[in-house]
C-alpha cells in the first residue's frame, strides 16, 4: 500500500472486532466521534482509540467535519490480498540462484513485491533483482525510477534509498536534475 503502510498491519487492524465495527459505520460516509460510538453502542473511549488506530495505517481519513473510511485504501488492501495468494512469476527468479528464487518466492506474488524484506541479506537478494530492471549505461530521472519500481511495490521511495544505499544504484546532481544509473549487481548473461 502507498505511504510506507504495511497491508499486514492495516488487515491486523480490521482483524480487532471494535475497529471492524468502527469501520462499518464509517462505510456509509462521514461520521462524527459520537455518531460512530452511537451507531455502534461502543464507548466513545474506545471509537477514539480504534478511529487513532485506524487512521495510523492510512484506512480513516479525517475529513474535519468527521472521519471517513478510505475505500480506496481498503481495495487496495483487498487487490494486496489477492495477489499475496499468486505464486511468483517466473521471470522474477530469471538468472538467480536456487537459494535467491527461494528468497524471492517468499517476498514476491506474480510480480508484486508484498513486503521489503528487513533481513539485510534477503533484502539484498530483492534488491539485486530489482537493480536487474534497470539498463547498464542508461541514466535516469527519479520519476523514471519511480516508475520502474512502482511497478514491483508502492514504497518507491525506500526501494529507490536502498538501491542507492547498497551501491546497485547512483545517483547525481545534473543539470539541476537528479539522475540515477546503474552502478552495481549482476549483469544478465544471454544463454
Known amino acids: 500500500m502507498a505511504d510506507g503502510i504495511d497491508p499486514s498491519d492495516a488487515l491486523a ?19 462524527t466521534a459520537d455518531e460512530v460510538a ?25 475529513t474535519g467535519a468527521g472521519y471517513l473510511l478510505d475505500a480506496d485504501r481498503l481495495r487496495a488492501l483487498a487487490t494486496h490480498v489477492s495477489e499475496a495468494a499468486t505464486p511468483m512469476d517466473p521471470a522474477i527468479g530469471y538468472g538467480m540462484t536456487d537459494a535467491e528464487r527461494q528468497v524471492l518466492e517468499r517476498f514476491f506474488s506474480g510480480r508484486t513485491l508484498n513486503q521489503i524484506p528487513t533481513d539485510r541479506p534477503k ?13 547498464i549505461g542508461r541514466r535516469y530521472s527519479e520519476a523514471e525510477v519511480d516508475e520502474v519500481l512502482r511497478g514491483f511495490h508502492l514504497d518507491v521511495a525506500s526501494l ?31 544463454a
Open 13 to 31: 487492524a480490521l482483524l480487532d472486532l471494535r475497529r471492524l465495527a468502527v469501520a462499518g459505520a464509517l462505510a456509509g460516509g462521514t461520521r
Open 38 to 62: 452511537d451507531h455502534t453502542g461502543v464507548g466513545r473511549p474506545v471509537v477514539l482509540q480504534a478511529l487513532g488506530e485506524l487512521r495510523r495505517v492510512g484506512l480513516v481519513q479525517d
Open 123 to 135: 533484502r539484498l537478494v530483492v534488491l539485486e533483482r530489482l537493480a536487474l530492471e534497470f539498463d
Open 160 to 190: 529507490r534509498r536502498s538501491l542507492v544505499d547498497e551501491e546497485l544504484l547512483s545517483r547525481a546532481r545534473e543539470d539541476g536534475e537528479t539522475r540515477y544509473w546503474r552502478s552495481g549487481g549482476r549483469v544478465p548473461t544471454v
